[in-house]
């Protein structure tokens, strides 16, 4: 295949993977975009992290809401747990990798925030731990994960939420969480501040 037909497969391939998608993920979406609404408006606020590709998108997501997605309205309280490299490799190097989000959830995360969990695999330690220090905080969590959901469903409790993407390859899972955050600060924008042109 040249490189012509292979960059148009791909573009095809990711354009199928969201429409395969949209009937399951349209109402979780939704119910997870619902969950921030409430947050932000009792004044509580939303950590993100993930690693890799994921910690880009933890840090798009909260970019997005600190400053502005589509329309102009206050900044809403969001922070990656992602972009300290002081705080990320102390933490490391301390103690073990596995626990770079965990500690700072259980430093920064009061009861009502929300932890925006994001693992393609749903396997990742620090994201698992991350979890679990979440709920030690009295906190929600929402996890975009994808193929089974890995290890992330035995650790989320009552009243979080589970952003599955059906596809198995990891890039395809990628862009449907971009597209999934961009779904997110739409919802958060027109539910909090009024839909505007």
Do not use: W
């Amino acid at each position: 295949m040249d490189a012509i037909s292979r960059i148009q497969q791909t573009f095809k391939d990711s354009a199928r993977t969201k429409l395969d998608a949209v009937e399951t993920l349209a109402p979780v979406i939704a119910d997870g975009a619902s969950l921030l609404v409430q947050q932000l408006l009792n004044g509580n606020k939303i950590l993100t992290c993930g690693n890799g590709g994921s910690a880009a998108d933890a840090q798009h997501f909260s970019s997005e809401l600190l400053n502005r997605f589509e329309m102009e309205r206050p900044g809403l309280p969001a922070v990656a747990l992602t972009t300290d490299s002081s705080t990320l490799t102390s933490i490391a190097n301390d103690y073990h990798y596995e626990d770079v989000f965990a500690k700072q959830v259980r430093a920064l995360g009061q009861a009502g925030d929300i932890l925006l969990a994001i693992s393609t695999s749903g396997n990742s330690p620090s994201i698992i731990n991350a979890i679990d220090a979440a709920h030690e905080r009295d906190m929600k969590v929402i996890a975009l994960s994808g193929r089974n959901g890995g290890e992330i469903p035995a650790h989320l409790e009552e009243g979080d939420v589970e952003i599955r993407v059906p596809a198995e390859s990891t890039a395809r899972i990628q862009e449907v969480h971009l597209l999934t955050i961009h779904c997110l600060c739409e919802q958060i924008d027109q539910q909090i501040f009024g839909h505007k042109e």
